[in-house]
């Protein structure tokens, strides 16, 4: 078979966010659309990429050192936090953030069952319950007043994800934290540089964790992730459980592991955050054009923005067969995706398919909630339990967004959408 154009790095990507389902071939007829295209970014920064990788080359120094420091504090300078360490992941910030704020056996975190597998992946991983919250459906993003209600005597925590990239509720979730003495850890994987009235996002709690898996705005040229934070004390836990607990080398006070980060990602990182504000700029102006151009179809309407207290009365338009995103006028969003609902039984494939046929990419975010996962099985919750969650599970659709789209490929894939809809 002849290789599709994002060929190359379908074969090293293959985790969430691959584009190994939503890399779309160019058929007769048919337009062609990747769902990302990361060539495109890189090849613009080769010089200085490639400059980088022998500055490090030459070092011989290749886990942690200069360049990872380097980069720690362009990303405190950048996102604002006091410190910023960098781990081997996402997932693993979210994992050393856990550990550093000794959460574990007996203890309950509170976290959106619609989102990626880490997030409470990493609750069940340092052996504490994950207790899973239900989601707005305007922002997606964890619905304050259902965490309220899940509150225990042995909830220790509460971990919110920005998802696709919009801050949640943090004014709620910082209020809630202190009514009840919890713990905030940030997932800002998709979300690094988004705002919360005007603060970015990861610098309100205890920590927050990012990750620059390379299909993130800030993609690295493999795995690499960050934790930020404004407590000395959690920072100097965190940077010791990084290197299996280790101070002074070989005396180990705590159980940690390994969660360092490499020089090479460092430097590849270094290079590309100055250009950070304009890959968001170009996001920004990729969503204003899809629903610009979506909003005008018949059937279509923009999710109707309440104050996120989580405005489920206006969730759902009447007559709408797609609801688009929204962003909120308090937040900087920073659109990692651009997620459509798509109304009614078994719409959200068949316009999944119609794409798919046309040559459009698409994906899935997320197609089965964490409640509903056969790894938290144990726990005994049922579907109904988190309705949004299982509800949005069936209805979203994520579009192409990726910075260097070109504008007439949106086009091609809003007409697309209309002939789906006529
Ligand atoms: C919400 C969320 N949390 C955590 C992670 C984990 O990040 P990583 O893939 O870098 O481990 C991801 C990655 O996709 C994510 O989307």
Redesign the pocket.
């Known amino acids: 078979m002849k290789a599709g154009p994002g060929e190359a790095i379908r074969s090293s990507c293959w985790?969430?966010?691959s584009l190994s389902q939503g890399t779309a071939f160019a058929h007769d007829g048919g337009v062609n659309v990747n769902l990302l295209d990361l060539k495109p970014q890189n090849s613009a920064l080769e010089t200085e990429l490639h400059d980088a990788f022998m500055r490090v080359l030459r070092s011989g120094y290749f886990i942690l050192g200069p360049e990872v420091e380097r980069f720690e504090c362009a990303l405190a300078e950048f996102t604002g936090a006091k410190h910023a360490l960098g781990v081997s992941?996402?997932?693993?910030a979210?994992l050393v953030a856990l550990m550093a704020l000794g959460i574990g056996p007996g203890d309950e975190v509170l976290c959106p069952s619609f989102?990626?597998f880490?997030?409470a992946g990493c609750v069940a991983r340092v052996g504490a319950t994950p207790v899973f919250v239900d989601s707005c459906p305007v922002c997606f993003n964890i619905d304050l007043r259902d965490a309220a209600r899940r509150i225990t005597p042995r909830t220790k925590a509460i971990l919110p994800?920005h998802?696709f990239g919009q801050s949640a509720d943090m004014d709620g979730v910082l209020e809630l934290a202190q009514q009840h003495g919890l713990r905030v850890i940030e997932?800002a994987?998709?979300a690094m540089g988004a705002t919360y009235r005007g603060k970015q996002v990861g610098t309100f709690g205890d920590f927050g964790?990012i990750?620059?898996?390379p299909t993130?705005n800030l993609g690295a040229l493999g795995?690499?992730?960050a934790v930020v934070t404004n407590d000395e004390e959690l920072f100097a836990k965190a940077k010791i459980l990084r290197m299996h607990g280790m101070d002074p080398k070989y005396f180990h006070q705590v159980i940690g592991g390994n969660f360092r980060l490499d020089a090479l990602q460092a430097a590849m990182l270094s290079v590309k955050l100055p250009h950070f504000n304009s890959y968001t700029e170009a996001r920004r102006r990729n969503a204003a054009l899809y629903t610009e151009r979506l909003a005008q179809l018949s059937g279509v309407q923009v999710a109707k923005a309440g104050d996120c207290g989580c405005a489920k009365a206006n969730a759902e338009p009447a007559d709408a067969r797609l609801v688009l995103p929204v962003a909120y006028p308090h937040n900087g969003h920073i659109w990692n995706q651009y997620t459509l609902r798509v109304i009614g039984a078994g719409q959200r494939d068949a316009l999944r398919a119609h794409l798919t046929a046309r040559g459009v990419g698409s994906e899935i975010y997320y197609p089965l909630p964490l409640h509903e996962q056969a790894c938290f099985a144990h726990i005994g919750y049922k579907p109904d339990d988190l309705p949004c969650a299982h509800r949005l599970a069936g209805e979203v659709m994520s579009l192409p967004i990726y910075p260097e789209i070109p504008a007439e490929q949106i086009e091609q894939v809003c007409a697309v959408i209309a002939e789906f809809l006529k």
């Open positions: 985790s969430e966010n992941s996402g997932t693993d979210i989102t990626f880490a997030t994800v998802l997932d994987a998709q964790t990750s620059f898996f993130k795995d690499a992730g």
